[in-house]
T-cell receptor, first 112, second 115 residues
């Protein structure tokens, strides 16, 4: 079965510092998409960043960037200048057929 | 509405009863997804509708679970003879296309508690 693995159940970071969340995946597709979603206490999932596998350049969205290592099937999320509002669950996901397969999530706490 | 709407936001039921969970996707979105999130767990795929195609039901955990999407819009997830292990947050999402190049928009979920 194709899987997405997040090996860090919980992480914490001081405000204004940088943190990296890890994700590995397995897929048999040649072209695919990878995603990071954020889930605050409101439960509503919010797309943080998206990477297309055929693009070598790492995606960036303001303070969020990814380190995409295609050969290693690794897709980590870096959050720079962490803010209190970044506190949430973060889920890595990969496209499998027509649907997204999610990892187990990493609970990130940003401390003042 | 502007976003994906789910109702009810919370549902408490007794073991053995049937429940229906509703999802109103964003207007014009052709793809609709149901996921289940158990306490402290990731999102488990349940079912996926894309336009008029037959739905992908590969994630439904048992025949007690079913879903329909009427008129390509509103969807209802039905759980028959609920069990305690069905307690979870049920999330619905929609997207403008079914190929996942587009962004998924999620609702706030229904918290189901089976006593």
């Amino acid at each position: 079965a194709q899987t997405v693995t997040q090996s860090q159940p919980e992480m914490s970071v001081q405000e204004a510092e940088t943190v990296t969340l890890s994700c590995t995946y397995d897929t048999s597709e040649n072209n695919y998409y990878l995603f990071w979603y954020k889930q605050p206490p409101s439960r509503q999932m919010i797309l943080v960043i998206r990477q297309e596998a055929y693009k070598q350049q790492n995606a960036t969205e303001n303070r969020f960037s990814v380190n995409f290592q295609k050969a290693a099937k690794s897709f980590s999320l870096k959050i720079s200048d962490s803010q209190l509002g970044d506190t949430a669950m973060y889920f890595c996901a990969s496209k499998q057929g027509g649907k997204l397969i999610f990892g187990q999530g990493t609970e990130l706490s940003v401390k003042p | 509405g502007a976003g994906v709407s789910q109702s009810p936001s919370n549902k408490v039921t007794e073991k053995g009863k049937d429940v229906e969970l509703r999802c109103d996707p964003i207007s014009g979105h052709t793809a609709l997804y149901w996921y289940r999130q158990s306490l402290g767990q990731g999102l488990e795929f349940l079912i996926y509708f894309q336009g008029n195609s037959a739905p992908d039901k590969s994630g439904l955990p048992s025949d007690r679970f079913s879903a329909e999407r009427t008129g390509g819009s509103v969807s209802t997830l039905t759980i028959q003879r609920t069990q305690q292990e069905d307690s979870a947050v049920y999330l619905c999402a929609s997207s403008r296309t079914g190929d996942l190049q587009g962004k998924l928009f999620f609702g706030s979920g229904t918290q189901l508690s089976v006593l």
